[in-house]
């Protein structure tokens, strides 16, 4: 099958632009759209310069949004497949943070919760040793804008029972 690739010219006075990346960024997405689910494990992967996490059982591709979010992935046991061949299929947009306890940089020593409900709270005393026992101690200096992308925040977090 020959490939085309789309060039786009604009004429400003005597200035010719051709939009060479533009168009390769956009057949690579039809390209990614057109090809079936990948068969690769889960873990994250490096596609041109960012990482990306691939979901085998979901069938979904979503961007690793900073290094504090890969070290924890990593922390937590997500394998990384490093420059092994991927492709993003399924795109998902930025990834959520993992289910745990939060602190976050400016947020007045407020321990925050992501929950496996896509939901983000606050964690009273009374429920953080609850919590500290189950996922260990909240992860430090990340952003509350950051964590909480995505999520539905609930206000204080409800005490199980």
């Known amino acids: 099958m020959k490939k085309n690739k789309i060039v786009s010219l604009f004429v400003i006075g005597t200035t ?17 759209v057109a090809q079936p689910a990948p068969n690769i494990p889960s873990g994250i992967y490096a596609h041109q310069g960012h990482s990306y996490y691939w979901s085998n059982s979901g069938k979904f591709t ?3 949004v900073g290094p504090a979010q890969l070290k924890l992935w990593i922390k937590k046991g997500v394998r990384s497949y490093g420059r092994a061949p991927f492709t993003p299929h399924n795109f998902q947009g930025g990834c959520t943070w993992p289910q745990g306890l939060y602190t976050p940089a400016n947020y ?3 321990v925050m919760y992501i929950n496996g409900n896509r939901e983000i709270c606050h964690v009273s005393p009374s429920l953080f040793p609850l919590l500290q026992n189950q996922y260990g101690p909240p992860l430090e200096g990340v952003s509350i804008t950051d964590i909480s992308k995505g999520l539905n925040n609930i206000g204080s977090c409800p005490n199980p029972g």
């Open 16 to 32: 010719v632009t051709a939009s060479i990346c533009l168009a390769t960024a956009i057949s690579e997405s039809l390209q990614a």
């Open 108 to 110: 007045e020593g407020r």
């Open 62 to 64: 979503c961007h690793v």
